[in-house]
Nanobody, 119 residues
Framework: QVQFVESGGGLVQPGGSLRLSCAAS????????MGWYRQAPGNQREWLAR???????NYADSVKGRFTVSRDNVKNTVYLQMNSLKPEDTAVYYC?????????????WGQGTQVTVSS
């Protein structure tokens, strides 16, 4: 059974930065593409970024140039560096493996990590 554990969220002022982590228990992690998603209250879950097993990356327009996804296959962990944060980035952030861009592989999600951008 795969598990994702997200961490690193918190309260940050506009313009600030945070680095999120997602630890995956899935065997064969290094073979999966991984994606980051977020969900704000009242909104559908939104895809943000993707990194393939080889390190190629893709980003949603809403975060391109501000967010950077990376991974450490030894630690089975994927990261999301978030810079120049805006109030509209406030949401719960999740990760999941992906079978294709913006398409999560697993039906189960972690608990997410809350990011609040506010002055």
């Amino acid at each position: 059974q795969v598990q994702f554990v997200e961490s690193g969220g918190g309260l940050v002022q506009p313009g600030g930065s945070l680095r999120l982590s997602c630890a995956a228990s899935a065997s064969g992690f290094s073979l999966f593409a991984m994606g980051w998603y977020r969900q704000a209250p009242g909104n559908q879950r939104e895809w943000l970024a993707r990194i393939t097993h080889s390190g190629s990356t893709n980003y949603a327009d809403s975060v391109k140039g501000r967010f950077t996804v990376s991974r450490d296959n030894v630690k089975n962990t994927v990261y999301l560096q978030m810079n120049s944060l805006k109030p509209e980035d406030t949401a719960v952030y999740y990760c999941n493996a992906e079978i294709k861009p913006a398409t999560p592989l697993f039906a189960s999600w972690g608990q997410g990590t809350q990011v609040t951008v506010s002055s």
